[in-house]
């Protein structure tokens, strides 16, 4: 009995990252387009967001030896959309995000550009 009383109660953690398809992804940035409080995140290379990306979208490529420090230093009560190509990479960094604090961030599941 007495090791139930001393060990500690663990809550289940809420998971604060939502996965958006492409299409309710495109959806979300209309809505927020005069949102300050929305930040769209491109997780590709620099290469790769020069090609396209969504714009006003920040590159932060998430193979960078420095993407945990930057994204230490952003707003954490700010709403982060996360995109890649596939899903792979921004699903990877909105986990990091969610270890970091962060407490609203999207991953787009497949690509925002036909």
């Known amino acids: ?12 953690r809420l998971k604060m990252i939502k996965t958006l398809t492409a299409k309710k992804a495109k959806g979300l940035i209309e809505e927020n387009k005069q949102n300050p409080q929305f930040r769209i995140i491109d997780v590709r290379t620099k290469e790769e967001f020069t090609e396209n990306h969504v714009k006003g979208a920040l590159n932060l490529d998430i193979h960078d030896q420095r993407f ?5 230093k952003l707003d954490k009560q700010k709403t982060y959309l996360l995109y890649c190509k596939t899903g792979g990479r921004c699903g990877a960094a909105a986990e990091l995000m969610e270890k970091q604090g962060f407490k609203k961030v999207y991953s787009v599941i497949g690509w925002l550009f036909d």
């Not at 007495?2 to 809550?11: C, G, P, S, V, Y």
């Open 68 to 72: 945990e420090q930057t994204i230490a």
């Open 1 to 12: 009995m007495a090791d139930r009383e001393n060990k500690k109660l663990e809550m289940p």
